[in-house]
């Protein structure tokens, strides 16, 4: 920061959905709401759209280390949150984590109801 959302400008990509906690969920700009990063340095408005992340699925697994019994409490704490004051609930899932390894045994299920969760 901010070099990293600089080069994403100067490669002509217009929206970054990697802000966010990797060690524990949560909101790292303060927002669940899409903004434009603004670059204090330059003292200007960019056109790249941030659009942060409320929690991802190896937080819960390698830095939280969440059973795999409680994530979705705390996933629909987070989406209530979001509801409440009208954001949007954005999650960061990775390939392998839908694949029911043994690792990630219980987490495609935790998806599943995630989106059902969300959806209504």
Known sequence: MPNTYRHLIDADIS?????????????????CSTFYF???????ETNL?????????ATFK???KTDVDKVMDIVKS??????????????????????????????KNIYRELVEYAHH
């Open 15 to 31: 929206d970054d959905y990697t802000m966010g906690y990797a060690g524990q969920v949560g909101f790292r700009a303060g927002t």
């Open 38 to 44: 603004y670059d204090l340095d330059l003292e200007q």
């Open 49 to 57: 759209k941030v659009h942060p992340f409320a929690c991802m699925d």
């Open 62 to 64: 390698y830095y939280m």
């Open 78 to 107: 987070l989406v209530d949150e979001v509801r409440a004051v009208n954001g949007t609930f954005i999650s960061l899932w990775h390939n392998e984590s839908l694949s029911e390894s043994y690792i990630w045994k219980g987490y």
